[in-house]
């Protein structure tokens, strides 16, 4: 199982990034982004079923949209209005029936 994870960079607040996460191997139902800040515990962003159903977390509500091509076997993660709190490594994770696996993050970094 892969999962490449891409699409993060530096950006000014209020500006907007697109994450793309290409996973490989298995079959996947849930799939989501996750993030880690420094000094923090990692934390759900959003996910996303494979039927399309989609969780966020409150403090992303309204700013960011996950969306799933299943065809691609790929997520991606629209931020707009980015925020200095949205720094973070940010993570791709997905479940099969049995395990969750994790892919390498990608840094976004909001510059004030």
């Known amino acids: 199982v892969q999962l490449q994870a891409s699409g993060g960079g530096l950006v000014q607040a209020g500006g907007s990034l697109r994450l793309s996460c290409v996973a490989s191997?298995?079959?996947?139902?849930?799939m989501g982004w996750y993030r880690q800040a420094p000094g923090k515990q990692r934390e759900l962003v959003a996910d996303?079923?494979?039927?399309?159903?989609?969780n966020y977390a409150d403090s992303v509500k309204g700013r960011v949209t996950i969306s799933r091509d299943n065809t691609k076997n790929t997520i991606y993660l629209q931020m707009n209005s980015l925020k200095p709190e949205d720094t973070a490594v940010y993570y791709c994770?997905?479940?099969?029936?049995?395990?969750?696996?994790w892919g390498q993050g990608t840094l976004v970094t909001v510059s004030s």
């Open positions: 996303i079923t494979r039927s399309g159903s989609t």
């Open positions: 191997g298995s079959l996947f139902s849930n």
């Open positions: 994770g997905a479940s099969t029936s049995y395990d969750f696996y």
